[in-house]
Nanobody
Framework: QVQLVESGGGLVQAGGSLRLSCAAS????????MAWFRQAPGKEREFVAA????????VYTDSVKGRFTISRDSAKDTMYLQMDNLKPEDTAVYCC???????????????????WGQGTQVTVSS
């Protein structure tokens, strides 16, 4: 079993920054791509960013490109999401997830991920 725990969320003004963390325990996630998703009230869960198992590849949804940076520290089994120039439309619960396929490529669909954290709330005020 894998447990994923997010932290770092909070309330911030538009233009501000937050750094989210996703700590894995139970079994290592170092050989799996990892991703961040978010879900705003009344909306479906959407892909935000993902990083390959070797950290050589990253993918972002268009709305966060140039503002968000995903990274990971495999030695600590922890993934990060640096969020800069936050906008009110970034308000959501942010969840991290592990790709279901070991050494698999980065994918964007919710169904391609098997372990999920409970999420951390990010609220951006205007």
């Amino acid at each position: 079993q894998v447990q994923l725990v997010e932290s770092g969320g909070g309330l911030v003004q538009a233009g501000g920054s937050l750094r989210l963390s996703c700590a894995a325990s139970g079994r290592s996630v170092s050989n799996y791509a990892m991703a961040w998703f978010r879900q705003a009230p009344g909306k479906e869960r959407e892909f935000v960013a993902a990083i390959s198992w070797g950290s050589e590849g990253t993918v972002y949804t268009d709305s966060v490109k140039g503002r968000f940076t995903i990274s990971r520290d495999s030695a600590k089994d922890t993934m990060y999401l640096q969020m800069d120039n936050l906008k009110p439309e970034d308000t959501a619960v942010y969840c991290c997830a592990r790709r279901a396929e070991k050494w698999g490529p980065i994918l964007r669909a919710v169904g391609d991920y098997d372990y999920w954290g409970q999420g951390t709330q990010v609220t951006v005020s205007s």
